[in-house]
């Protein structure tokens, strides 16, 4: 059974840090690019953060360029989204996917983050 579960989103202040967790399990992770993604209320979802699989390669929004990090650890079946420099903006229900070559494409349920003084 494929998933893909996020964790670590929350209520945070502007400029402040959260890191987000997506632990994926029931498929071969290595063979998969993993993206973070996000949707605002009444919003398009829209792709945040994109990683290879070989974990150089990756690629960023241009709102988020210079703030976010994703990073990955194919050994433990994790993709990881750092974010820092937090704005109100940045408020979202944050989803992890998972896309191999064929392609399968697979989601997670969501983590809500919320950047509020």
């Known amino acids: 059974q494929v998933q893909l579960v996020e964790s670590g989103g929350g209520l945070v202040q502007p400029g402040g840090s959260l890191r987000l967790s997506c632990a994926a399990s029931g498929f071969t992770f290595g063979n998969y690019i993993m993206s973070w993604h996000r949707q605002a209320p009444e919003k398009e979802r829209e792709l945040v953060a994109l990683?290879?699989?070989?974990?150089?390669?990756?690629n960023y929004a241009d709102s988020v360029k210079g703030r976010f990090t994703i990073s990955r650890d194919n050994n433990n079946n994790m993709v990881y989204l750092q974010m820092n420099s937090l704005k109100p903006e940045d408020t979202a229900v944050y989803y992890c996917r998972a896309v191999s070559p064929t392609p399968n494409i697979y989601w997670g349920q969501g983590t809500q983050v919320t950047v509020s003084s």
């Open positions: 990683i290879g699989t070989a974990e150089d390669a990756t």
